[in-house]
């Protein structure tokens, strides 16, 4: 009986293990229409967002922005963007203005001083590593929607 319990056991976790070890494709056609399925969901800080799978060592979301997010910093994971639409201006290294940790690893703050500016549009790929203070910038009337995938740090 104890054997049949763990095999039982061992067979339903399986599926758990393969989920993270699938293949996941999205089609062009689906990260097209991130910015008008995003857009209808704005919130109060102006932006939208969908998870789109935790893969483990890594995960992934589509982010529509209307307006400019905080300047961040994260201790613990590279954020790799890749522009499906829109334009907008990334702020990278510098110091972050007015920053407060909001979780352990986490900082926000209004902006960033100094560092490097970037004009983003479709297509655009940009690595951020941890630690890199970073701010996505969207001019008034202007949005961008983007794919993230973070990548914890080992």
Not at 16 to 43: H, M, Q, R, T
Not at 108 to 124: F, H, M, Y
């Amino acid at each position: 009986m104890k054997k049949l319990f763990i095999a039982a056991l061992a067979l339903s976790i399986v599926p758990l293990c393969a989920a993270a070890d699938e293949a996941k494709v999205w089609s062009n056609a689906e990260l097209k229409g991130y910015a008008k399925k995003l857009a209808p969901k704005i919130n109060e800080e102006h932006f939208a967002r969908e998870d789109l799978g935790d893969f483990g060592a890594h995960y992934v979301l589509m982010i529509h922005r209307e307006a400019s997010g905080p300047a961040e910093i994260h201790d613990t994971q590279t954020d790799f963007y890749v522009v499906e639409s829109g334009t907008a201006t990334l702020h990278l290294g510098g110091k972050v203005v007015d920053a407060k940790t909001v979780e352990p690893g986490e900082v926000r703050g209004s902006s960033i001083e100094g560092g490097k500016t970037v004009k983003l549009s479709v297509g655009d790929t940009v690595n951020i590593p941890p630690k890199t203070p970073h701010h996505v910038v969207v001019a008034p009337g202007e949005s961008i929607t983007y794919m993230i995938v973070k990548v914890h740090a080992k």
